[in-house]
């Protein structure tokens, strides 16, 4: 293990924790790939998890938050009708999540997004709560992940 994935590692169970959640991930952008790459995870079943190893810019709830650059927030993935949320997804159980990017200065580097078993929406506070953790983990990413 290296120390950047400690810090994936760290992030994501404070996220975890602070948030009140059940489940997340932590996906960086590779360097000249428009694609997210899983680095760290909780409670995510294996069957997802083969399904979010690599996700594409744009695609998915990850791959929004990426590229519009700002929080995709959802108060129950069971009922949304959103057209990002596939099958699998629904099947975790999860109900309320929220997907931010995590960025180096202006550049998205990656993503950090928590669910809830519980259909107890995400606050404004949370939300922003959870950007500024992004950025935090976004500084600490080398600036070959951002180019």
């Known amino acids: 293990m290296t ?3 400690s810090i994936f590692d760290e992030a994501l169970q404070k996220a975890i924790t602070g948030l009140h959640a059940d489940s997340g ?4 952008r590779e360097s000249e790939d428009r694609v997210l790459r899983l680095v760290a995870s909780h409670a995510i079943p294996g069957s997802m998890l083969d399904r979010i190893r690599e996700i594409p810019w744009g695609k998915g709830p990850a791959g929004l938050a990426a ?4 929080a995709i927030e959802y108060g129950n993935l069971q009922t949304s009708t ?4 596939d099958s699998q997804a629904r099947a975790t159980g999860i109900q309320a999540a929220v997907i931010v990017p995590m960025t180096h200065g202006q550049e998205v580097v990656g993503t950090i997004g928590v669910g ?3 259909e107890r929406p995400f606050t404004e506070k949370q939300i922003q709560w959870l950007l500024d953790l992004g950025r935090t983990i976004g500084r600490e990413i080398p600036l070959l992940h951002a180019r």
């Open 3 to 5: 120390a950047l994935d």
């Open 25 to 28: 991930t932590i996906q960086v």
């Open 67 to 70: 590229e519009r650059g700002e």
């Open 82 to 85: 959103a057209s990002e949320i």
């Open 116 to 118: 809830r078993k519980s």
